[in-house]
């Protein structure tokens, strides 16, 4: 029966269905390639010799490969600096935003709490007001959080929309579990760790990999309330470098130039080369992280358009 | 059983007490959180008295001049000002209309990836468009940057094909702006926006495709009245929340693609904030302006909810 049933779908496969299935295998192979080709293109170009790519002799496969641009782009000054500040505000911001949403979350589902609900709607409502940039900024001066690491973690913290997801979550968890702990004598901090915390890791887990990239990727922030160099953040590092050619050219003869004045061409850094290491540096994390977690994205992004 | 009744009733005023407290101290410990949200959210609003100022940076709000509603009527008389403010407000309409336009393409995109039946080619599909939308727009402007300067791999293949003589310069010049934009937008965003629609189209039964098939539907028909149908709550949701955001283009996509070249055509409004206020001479104006834009903002996702309420029943905020 299943047999008759598939020969009789396989003849259904008409001239039209054909044509239509190779148009459009097409067109997603066509538009996948689009979304991955500039990736690979950047790698093969930072791996190949760096006088053939800056005359744009690398579009496919990568000739003489060699790995000298990561060492020395390592050495660039200040990169460092940025790669370090990008990763510290991503590991402190997202666990601060993910402990924050956690417990807040939890909090505005406890019905004793004095102004539950009246709280809960003085955060929310933020959700759909802002007061524009430069009151933003006057704001940050006035709090000192101007050319300070923490202007990266401290206004993040509380987010409307993370504490929904959790409150939210934490109503479906029953409600016996938390009743029982109390029986037992635990207080809230404590239901909160030991009960809360383990049974919301789903949700938890959706909301770090959310923070985690934004903060990675932030920019805005620094280009805004940051003027020390000290404090650049990987990203804004990078736009500098794309839109400063010539000042990377000092940098990097002064950097590179000292240690080995007889460089080959093809070894030797260019803007070219430079800009690109760096682009593939801030992108390697990204395409690491995503498709390990791409299902906390999918299902970060299902919750999100239950309930807004 | 009949003593430990007593017991209880006679409990329950000092429980309540207890409750009360209990009540307090929760709300002592999220109190921090609610100082946090009023300095980052409602204190900055503050800063909106500094539109009715003329605020000159080194100096204290206080030895500024007030000056009333100088420059809101600035806007909306001064010649040169209604020129520049047209500009602007023509490049936030063209491009916002553009990605509001083209916010059917996910709904397209996710229909026609569901018709594809291998399932790991879908999956495959659905893994790379995403990646995109996980790089921050510097990166997107890095990626523009190398495959399309004079030596990037674009200009490199039509010169090879013969096509072109001479590199065309796609990122310093001014031709076609809003449209490259718009690409960059959709590049960045298709994949990654299609998503919910094919978890929607995964939930279909499937049914009614097997009983419109009894009766005779083809593919397209199959599509145009089963999936279609079936997608058009979410997509309503997102048309709507992208109409209330029409005026909130974003700065990073602009400010990271402007140059010298082509600010006359992608100097969107929340550019023009930064550009006047930031690296301007006139905070006040930026202020004013800003202004004038959380508040349109605001009365138009409150119009799309009254909209989303007659129209659907539902509210969307």
Redesign the interface.
């Known amino acids: 029966m299943a047999k008759l049933m598939e020969k009789k779908t396989k003849r259904k496969l008409t001239a039209?269905?054909i044509t239509?299935?190779i148009l459009?295998?097409t067109?997603?192979v066509i538009?996948?390639l689009?979304?991955?080709y500039?990736?690979y293109?950047?790698i093969i170009?930072t791996i190949s010799a760096n006088d053939l790519s800056?005359?744009?002799?690398i579009?496919f496969i990568p000739k003489k490969i060699h790995f000298d641009n990561y060492v020395n782009v390592i050495k660039i000054k200040g990169l460092s600096t940025a790669a370090w500040i990008s990763l510290l505000r991503t590991v402190i911001g997202t666990i601060f935003t993910v402990l924050?949403s956690a417990?807040?979350g939890f909090?505005?589902t406890?019905q004793?709490?004095?102004?539950r609900s009246f709280?809960y709607r003085?955060?929310v409502v933020?959700m759909?007001?802002?007061?524009?940039?430069?009151?933003?900024?006057?704001?940050m001066k006035h709090?000192y959080l101007t050319d300070n690491f923490w202007v990266y973690i401290?206004?993040l913290?509380?987010q409307p929309f993370n504490i929904i997801l959790v409150k939210t979550y934490v109503e479906s968890i029953p409600s016996s579990l938390q009743e029982a702990a109390e029986i037992d004598g635990a207080g809230?901090?404590t239901v909160f760790r030991k009960i809360i915390l383990p049974t919301c890791k789903p949700i938890l887990a959706t909301i770090a990999i959310f923070s985690a990239?934004g903060q990675?990727?932030?920019?805005?922030d620094t280009?805004?309330y940051i003027t020390n160099q000290k404090l650049y953040s990987l990203?804004?590092l990078?736009?500098c470098y794309?839109n400063q050619a010539n000042s990377l050219k000092a940098l990097i003869n002064n950097t590179a130039g000292t240690s080995t004045n007889v460089m080959s061409l093809a070894i030797q850094q260019t803007p070219?080369s430079v800009?690109?290491t760096v682009?593939v540096i801030?992108?390697i994390p990204?395409?690491c992280v995503?498709?390990i977690f791409?299902r906390y994205?999918?299902k970060g992004?299902?919750i999100g358009?239950v309930k807004? | 059983m009949h003593v430990s009744k007593e017991v209880r009733t006679k409990n329950i005023p000092k429980l309540n007490r207890r409750?009360?407290v209990?009540?307090?101290?929760?709300?002592l410990?999220?109190l921090p959180?609610?100082l946090?949200?009023f300095?980052?959210?409602?204190?900055?609003?503050?800063?909106?008295i500094?539109a009715f100022y003329d605020y000159r940076p080194p100096l204290k709000l206080s030895q500024c001049d007030f000056v009333g509603l100088q420059w809101f009527n600035m806007l909306f008389a001064n010649p040169t000002q209604i020129k520049l403010i047209m500009k602007v407000m023509l490049n936030t309409f063209a491009i916002s209309g553009l990605t509001l336009a083209t916010t059917i393409l996910p709904v397209i995109f996710a229909i026609?990836?569901s018709?594809?039946k291998c399932k790991w080619?879908r999956n495959?599909?659905q893994?790379?468009?995403?990646?995109?939308n996980?790089?921050?727009?510097?990166?997107v402007?890095?990626?523009a940057?190398?495959?399309f300067t004079?030596?990037?791999?674009v200009?490199?293949?039509l010169l090879k094909i013969g096509l072109i003589d001479t590199p065309i310069k796609f990122l310093d010049g001014d031709t076609h702006t809003w449209l490259s934009m718009l690409l960059w937008y959709i590049?960045k965003s298709?994949?990654?926006g299609s998503?919910?629609y094919l978890?929607a189209i995964a939930g279909i039964d499937q049914e009614l495709y097997e009983a419109a098939r009894v009766d005779g539907a083809?593919?397209f028909k199959l599509m145009r009245h089963i999936t279609l149908p079936a997608l058009m709550p979410?997509f309503f949701?997102i048309l709507m929340?992208s109409v209330a955001n029409f005026l909130n283009n974003g700065?990073?996509q602009y400010?990271?693609f402007q140059n010298a070249f082509n600010r006359q055509h992608i100097q969107v409004l929340?550019l023009y904030?930064?550009n006047v206020?930031?690296t301007g001479s006139s905070?006040s104006l930026?202020?004013a302006i800003?202004?004038l834009?959380?508040l349109v903002?605001?009365t138009l996702?409150f119009a799309v909810n009254l909209l989303s309420k007659k129209i659907r029943g539902v509210t969307?905020?």
């Open positions: 039209t269905d239509f299935n459009n295998y067109f997603y538009f996948t689009i979304c991955i500039p990736f293109y950047l170009n800056a005359n744009g002799a579009n924050a417990f807040l909090m505005f406890q004793r709490m004095w102004g709280w003085v955060i933020t759909y007001f802002n007061a524009g940039l430069i009151p933003m900024y006057l704001t709090l401290i206004p913290i509380v809230i901090i990239v990675w990727n932030s920019f805005y280009l805004i990203q804004y990078l736009y794309i070219t800009r690109m682009t801030v992108l990204i395409l995503y498709p791409q994205f999918v992004i299902m358009s807004g | 409750k009360n209990q009540g307090k101290i929760m709300f410990y999220i959180f609610l946090l949200s300095a980052f959210s409602y204190y900055p609003l503050h800063g909106w500094y026609f990836l018709e594809i080619f495959f599909v893994t790379f468009t995403t990646v995109p996980f790089i921050s727009w510097v990166m402007f890095s990626v940057y190398s495959l004079g030596t990037g791999m200009n490199t293949m590049w298709l994949g990654w998503i919910m978890a083809n593919r979410t949701v929340l700065l990073d400010y990271v929340d904030v930064y206020g930031m905070p930026a202020t800003g202004m834009k959380s903002s605001i996702l969307i905020i």
